[in-house]
Nanobody, 115 residues
Framework: QVQLVESGGGLVQAGGSLRLSCAASTTIFSISTMGWYRQAPGKQRELVAT???????NYADSVKGRFTISRDNAKNTVYLQMNNLKPEDTAVYYC?????????WGQGTQVTVSS
């Protein structure tokens, strides 16, 4: 079992920045993929970014050049640095982990970007 706890969401004006954190209950060194998804009201959950245990990253086209995902194995934490935020980034952001072929999700953290 892997428990994930997100933090760092909040309200920010367009053009601003936020950093989300996801703390795992176990060592993340062996977790093959971790990442962030988001779900806006009335929309399906969508991929934002992922990072492998080899540090390979993948981003949704809508966030490329603005968001950066990273993982700190020593702290068992994954981060999402979000810059130049836009109102369309408003959503609940969920931390994700794929470990031994099982998917794990955090409880989500709200990000609201005002125009």
């Amino acid at each position: 079992q892997v428990q994930l706890v997100e933090s760092g969401g909040g309200l920010v004006q367009a053009g601003g920045s936020l950093r989300l954190s996801c703390a795992a209950s176990t060592t993340i060194f062996s977790i093959s993929t971790m990442g962030w998804y988001r779900q806006a009201p009335g929309k399906q959950r969508e991929l934002v970014a992922t990072v492998s245990n080899g540090a390979s990253t993948n981003y949704a086209d809508s966030v490329k050049g603005r968001f950066t995902i990273s993982r700190d194995n020593a702290k068992n934490t994954v981060y999402l640095q979000m810059n130049n935020l836009k109102p369309e980034d408003t959503a609940v952001y969920y931390c994700y982990a794929n470990h031994w072929f099982r998917n794990y999700w955090g409880q989500g953290t709200q990000v609201t970007v005002s125009s």
